[in-house]
């Protein structure tokens, strides 16, 4: 039974190793290591060990380590894809946005006083979320499509998360988070590889060229 404490437990306890498993995997496949994202994984694995607990300050603190890593995780997108222009991530925002702002207000009463925190990792994925629907309207192709099925992985696990603040006796969102995270960050990783693939590509076709014009 997945849903006793003896077996949720190890699920938290997985967790964290398959984000070690998964920067090694990447530091292995990766045409070219970007550190950040190596940072990034690290924030979320720190992030993942305050999880563990459930009390108010260790969720406070993963939080706020979760918020650094989405932090990250924004910057390589925008680094990675071109940039759809201002009216196209905001119409991608607005979805986002709402249901996680109503999320967030039924369970005012659960976040308390960690409100601002869940209401500033609203507009975070909201942004993620913008970003990745304007990519995909402007360049349809399967990076985009994996790093939007990414996001809306990242953003069903965060409604779940914020859900099981006001069912606190329910264990059944536990291997839901888990499995949503886990699908969340693999397709990522999948997304940032196969971009780094193609820059790669790409300088070596520029310098091809060069030292052809050069001859």
Same mark, same amino acid.
């Given at each position: 039974?997945?849903?006793?404490?003896?077996?949720?437990?190890?699920?938290?306890?997985?967790?964290?190793?398959?984000?070690?498993?998964?920067?090694?995997? %990447?530091?292995?496949?990766?045409?070219?290591?970007?550190?950040?994202?190596?940072?990034?994984?690290?924030?979320?694995?720190?992030?993942?060990? *305050?999880?563990?607990?459930?009390?108010?300050?260790?969720?406070?603190?993963?939080?706020?380590?979760?918020?650094?890593?989405?932090?990250?995780?924004?910057?390589?997108?925008?680094?990675?894809?071109?940039?759809?222009?201002?009216?196209?991530?905001?119409?991608?925002?607005?979805?986002?946005?709402?249901?996680?702002?109503?999320?967030?207000?039924?369970?005012?009463?659960?976040?308390?006083?960690?409100l601002p925190?869940?209401?500033?990792?609203?507009?975070?994925?909201?942004?993620?979320?913008?970003?990745?629907?304007?990519?995909?309207?402007?360049?349809?192709?399967?990076?985009?499509?994996?790093?939007?099925?990414?996001?809306?992985?990242?953003?069903?696990?965060?409604?779940? *998360?914020?859900?099981?603040?006001?069912?606190?006796?329910?264990n059944i969102?536990?291997?839901?988070?888990?499995?949503? *995270?886990?699908?969340?960050? %693999?397709?990522?990783?999948?997304?940032?590889?196969?971009?780094?693939?193609?820059?790669?590509n790409f300088?070596?076709?520029?310098?091809?060229?060069?030292?052809?014009?050069?001859?």
């Amino acid at each position: 039974d997945i849903f006793r404490p003896e077996a949720l437990y190890t699920i938290c306890i997985s967790k964290p190793l398959i984000l070690i498993v998964l920067a090694l995997l %990447y530091w292995k496949t990766s045409p070219k290591v970007n550190n950040i994202y190596l940072a990034a994984l690290l924030f979320s694995w720190l992030a993942s060990m *305050f999880f563990i607990s459930r009390d108010s300050s260790s969720v406070l603190v993963g939080t706020l380590l979760f918020f650094v890593y989405r932090a990250f995780s924004i910057y390589i997108v925008i680094k990675h894809i071109k940039l759809p222009g201002i009216f196209p991530i905001v119409i991608g925002c607005v979805p986002f946005l709402f249901i996680y702002m109503y999320f967030v207000n039924i369970n005012y009463d659960a976040i308390g006083d960690a409100l601002p925190i869940f209401v500033t990792q609203c507009i975070v994925i909201s942004l993620l979320g913008g970003l990745s629907v304007g990519n995909y309207m402007l360049r349809s192709s399967r990076a985009s499509t994996i790093l939007l099925i990414s996001t809306l992985f990242f953003a069903v696990s965060q409604f779940l *998360f914020v859900i099981r603040l006001y069912y606190k006796s329910s264990n059944i969102f536990q291997p839901m988070l888990m499995l949503l *995270f886990v699908i969340g960050q %693999y397709l990522f990783y999948q997304f940032l590889v196969m971009s780094e693939g193609k820059k790669v590509n790409f300088r070596i076709m520029n310098e091809t060229v060069k030292d052809s014009e050069i001859v």
